[in-house]
C-alpha cells in the first residue's frame, strides 16, 4: 500500500466532515461523488440543491444524494453564522449587515462552518484564486498557537530512491510566503515538522537550505537561515532540523560527510524548507517534471483546521486526495488537543 492509499484507508477509519464550497463546479462534483461512494469523508456541498441535482445528472453522478448540500442563501443556520461572523470580525469594522451579506458567500460558510463546530476541514481553489480561500480563513478560523504565518507544503513521491529511503520528500514553503523573515521561516520549519508527521508518519529530519553549509559563505540571506534555524530549535527542541546546509548536503550522504560532518540531519533529510517560495516553487516544479515526481499540494499549514487550496488546474482526482489529506489533518488536529 503507498501512502495515498494509506492517507485515504486512515481517513475512511475516522470519517471527518469535509466541505467544498464550490459545490457547483464540475470537477468537484466529480470528486465528491467518488468520495461519497468510497466512504473517504462526510462531504458537504455548498451550493443550490437544484443546480447541484441538475449538473449531478448531467454529469451521470451516482452518489451525490450522500452528501450534504447546503445552500448559501437558504438554510436553517444562516442566521447564526452570520451572528457568529459579526461577534468575530466586529472589532474590524463588521456589522450586522454585511455579516449577512458574507455569510452567503460560500468561502466565508464554509470557515464559519469549521469555526461553529458543523465541519472539521474545507478544500476550495477549483475556481478561485488563493488570496480568496485564504482571505475568510485567516479571518475566521485563524492560525495555531505560536504560529502567525500560512505556508504551503508539498508531499513529493519519487520514483528514484537513491537519495530518500521511502521515496518521499516534504517541500516548503512552495506556495505562501515569497520571501518569509527568519521567524516565519522558523515556523515554516516546524509545521512542515508537523505535516509530515501527520500525513506521512515519519520522523521529521528537516534541513534548512541555502547556498551555503556551515558557514562555507557569508550573505545577509545566509544569516537568515542560521538564524531561522536557531529559532526552530527553540520553538520545538526535541526536532532533528539543522543548517543552514546546501541540498546536496542535506540528502547525500558522502556530501554531508564532507561538508557538515556530525550533523544529525545532513546526508538524510527526509523534510526539505527553503529560503524563499522562488526557490521552493522552483524546486517543487523541476523536480516533478525531471525527475517523474508526483507532487501533492499544497497542503496548507499553520491554520487552526486545515483549509486547503487547489490549483486551478487541478484534476478531480486531485481534489479527491486533498479530501483525504485533510482529513488526515483534522484527525492529527483532534488527537493533539486531547
Given at each position: 500500500?503507498?501512502?495515498?492509499e494509506?492517507?485515504?484507508?486512515?481517513?475512511?477509519?475516522?470519517?471527518?466532515?469535509?466541505?467544498?464550497?464550490?459545490?457547483?463546479?464540475?470537477?468537484?462534483?466529480?470528486?465528491?461523488?467518488?468520495?461519497?461512494?468510497?466512504?473517504?469523508?462526510?462531504?458537504?456541498?455548498?451550493g443550490?440543491?437544484?443546480?447541484?441535482?441538475?449538473?449531478?445528472?448531467?454529469?451521470?453522478?451516482?452518489?451525490?444524494?450522500?452528501?450534504?448540500?447546503?445552500?448559501?442563501?437558504?438554510?436553517?443556520?444562516?442566521?447564526?453564522?452570520?451572528?457568529?461572523?459579526?461577534?468575530?470580525?466586529?472589532?474590524?469594522?463588521?456589522?450586522?449587515?454585511?455579516?449577512?451579506?458574507?455569510?452567503?458567500?460560500?468561502?466565508?460558510?464554509?470557515?464559519?462552518?469549521?469555526?461553529?463546530?458543523?465541519?472539521?476541514?474545507?478544500?476550495?481553489?477549483?475556481?478561485?484564486?488563493?488570496?480568496?480561500?485564504?482571505?475568510?480563513?485567516?479571518?475566521?478560523?485563524?492560525?495555531?498557537?505560536?504560529?502567525?504565518?500560512?505556508?504551503?507544503?508539498?508531499?513529493?513521491?519519487?520514483?528514484?530512491?537513491?537519495?530518500?529511503?521511502?521515496?518521499?520528500?516534504?517541500?516548503?514553503?512552495?506556495?505562501?510566503?515569497?520571501n518569509?523573515?527568519?521567524?516565519?521561516?522558523?515556523?515554516?520549519?516546524?509545521?512542515?515538522?508537523?505535516?509530515?508527521?501527520?500525513?506521512?508518519?515519519?520522523?521529521?529530519?528537516?534541513?534548512?537550505?541555502?547556498?551555503?553549509?556551515?558557514?562555507?559563505?557569508?550573505?545577509?540571506m545566509?544569516?537568515?537561515?542560521?538564524?531561522?534555524?536557531?529559532?526552530?530549535?527553540?520553538?520545538?527542541?526535541?526536532?532533528?532540523?539543522?543548517?543552514?546546509?546546501?541540498?546536496d548536503?542535506?540528502?547525500?550522504?558522502?556530501?554531508?560527510?564532507?561538508?557538515?560532518?556530525?550533523?544529525?540531519?545532513?546526508?538524510?533529510?527526509?523534510?526539505?524548507?527553503?529560503?524563499?517560495?522562488?526557490?521552493?516553487?522552483?524546486?517543487?516544479?523541476?523536480?516533478?517534471?525531471?525527475?517523474?515526481?508526483?507532487?501533492?499540494?499544497?497542503?496548507?499549514?499553520?491554520?487552526?483546521?486545515?483549509?486547503?487550496?487547489?490549483?486551478?488546474?487541478c484534476?478531480?482526482?486531485?481534489?479527491?486526495?486533498?479530501?483525504?489529506?485533510?482529513?488526515?489533518?483534522?484527525?492529527?488536529?483532534?488527537?493533539?488537543?486531547r
Open positions: 500500500m503507498d501512502l495515498i494509506e492517507i485515504i484507508a486512515h481517513a475512511k477509519a475516522d470519517k471527518q466532515r469535509i466541505v467544498l464550497p464550490e459545490g457547483t463546479e464540475e470537477r468537484t462534483l466529480k470528486a465528491a461523488d467518488r468520495l461519497v461512494a468510497d466512504g473517504v469523508a462526510d462531504i458537504i456541498l455548498l443550490s440543491p437544484d443546480e447541484i441535482d441538475s449538473l449531478a445528472g448531467s454529469f451521470g453522478l451516482k452518489n451525490i444524494g450522500g452528501a450534504t448540500i447546503v445552500d448559501p442563501g437558504n438554510h436553517a443556520k444562516k442566521q447564526i453564522y452570520a451572528d457568529l461572523l459579526f461577534q468575530l470580525r466586529q472589532s474590524k469594522g463588521m456589522t450586522p449587515e454585511k455579516a449577512t451579506q458574507l455569510v452567503e458567500d460560500p468561502l466565508y460558510l464554509g470557515c464559519l462552518m469549521i469555526k461553529a463546530g458543523d465541519a472539521d476541514g474545507e478544500i476550495a481553489g477549483a475556481k478561485n484564486t488563493t488570496g480568496n480561500v485564504l482571505r475568510p480563513a485567516l479571518q475566521i478560523i485563524k492560525m495555531m498557537p505560536g504560529i502567525n504565518c500560512v505556508s504551503g507544503a508539498f508531499l513529493m513521491f519519487l520514483k528514484d530512491r537513491t537519495y530518500v529511503e521511502n521515496g518521499i520528500l516534504v517541500f516548503a514553503d512552495c506556495a505562501v510566503l515569497p518569509p523573515t527568519a521567524s516565519e521561516l522558523a515556523q515554516i520549519a516546524v509545521s512542515t515538522a508537523h505535516t509530515a508527521r501527520a500525513l506521512v508518519g515519519i520522523e521529521p529530519r528537516v534541513a534548512m537550505l541555502s547556498f551555503s553549509t556551515k558557514g562555507s559563505a557569508s550573505s545577509e545566509v544569516d537568515k537561515v542560521v538564524e531561522a534555524t536557531r529559532l526552530a530549535k527553540e520553538m520545538a527542541p526535541g526536532l532533528q532540523i539543522d543548517g543552514e546546509m546546501q541540498a548536503a542535506a540528502i547525500v550522504e558522502k556530501v554531508a560527510a564532507q561538508k557538515a560532518p556530525g550533523s544529525p540531519v545532513a546526508g538524510k533529510a527526509n523534510v526539505l524548507v527553503f529560503p524563499t517560495l522562488e526557490v521552493g516553487n522552483i524546486s517543487y516544479k523541476l523536480v516533478q517534471r525531471l525527475a517523474g515526481a508526483e507532487a501533492v499540494g499544497p497542503i496548507l499549514q499553520g491554520m487552526a483546521a486545515p483549509v486547503n487550496d487547489l490549483s486551478r488546474g484534476s478531480a482526482d486531485d481534489i479527491y486526495k486533498m479530501v483525504a489529506i485533510a482529513a488526515n489533518q483534522a484527525i492529527a488536529l483532534k488527537k493533539s488537543k
